[in-house]
């Protein structure tokens, strides 16, 4: 059973729209990221979340935001989309910040129209 | 500036042969140094790493890597790879303080044929 639950799998948007993407981890890790991969940049660090706060965020754009209503959830909203945010999304989780394995979920694929 | 590179965007390698994948760091620190591996449509998967110690460490699936500080390189090598062993490989580093933000190579795809 996948112990890191990404929502939807797959998802079609048109430009100017908003879409959330969903994470949740079974793992009891208390540190969560997301990252970007795109045939641009193959695996791009976006934010880090540790105990639910924000701890990194190398998103230059306030289009991405996070949002942890859970401890062990850290959902990614992203607004007025634009086909430059087409990639897949990871979420990923850790016990701690340190330099400890991440856990990856399946990804959702995003395409923008 | 801090970087991670895989020179080989791609490999291909008969199946049953050995196998090397290159990864070069440039950090002023020894880093914590890792491999992930990534199949198709899923998400990356630790293979091993690296943190001290033993230069050498094992990881899955018969995967080994060899840490090199005088070459600021963590390649990964494998004595005889089979038609599964296809996906992406990654490289990482995590270094500094605080954080200990997770930096990633291009990545590898490597093609195992027959």
């Known amino acids: 059973d996948p112990k890191i639950i990404q929502k939807p799998k797959y998802l079609v948007a048109v430009t100017g729209s908003e879409k959330i993407l969903i994470c949740e981890q079974y793992?009891?890790?208390?540190?969560m990221y997301w990252y970007r991969q795109s045939a641009k940049k193959p695996l791009e660090f976006m934010f880090s979340?540790?105990?639910?706060?924000?701890?990194d965020n190398q998103t230059a754009s306030s289009r991405f935001q996070p949002q942890s209503s859970k401890k062990n959830h850290l959902d990614l909203q992203i607004t007025a989309l634009k086909p430059d945010d087409s990639a897949t999304y990871f979420c990923?989780?850790?016990?701690?910040?340190?330099?400890?394995?991440?856990?990856f979920g399946a990804g959702t694929r995003l395409s923008v129209l | 500036a801090q970087s991670v590179t895989q020179p080989d965007a791609r490999v291909t390698v008969s199946e049953g042969a050995s196998l090397q994948l290159r990864c070069k760091y440039s950090?002023?620190?020894?880093?914590?140094l890792f491999w992930y591996v990534q199949y198709p449509r899923q998400g990356l998967q630790l293979l091993l790493k690296?943190?001290?110690?033993?230069?050498v460490v094992q990881g899955v699936n018969g995967f080994e890597a060899e840490f090199s500080k005088s070459n600021s390189s963590f390649h990964l090598r494998k004595a005889s790879v089979h038609w599964s062993d296809s996906a992406v490989y990654f490289c990482?580093?995590?270094?500094?303080?605080?954080?200990?933000?997770?930096?990633f190579g291009a990545g590898t795809r490597l093609k195992v044929i027959a």
């Open positions: 950090y002023s620190a020894t880093p914590y």
């Open positions: 793992l009891g890790h208390n540190a």
């Open positions: 690296y943190y001290s110690g033993d230069p």
């Open positions: 979340y540790s105990y639910q706060k924000l701890m």
């Open positions: 990923a989780s850790s016990q701690g910040l340190g330099a400890n394995t991440l856990y």
């Open positions: 990482a580093v995590s270094i500094g303080t605080g954080n200990y933000k997770y930096v």
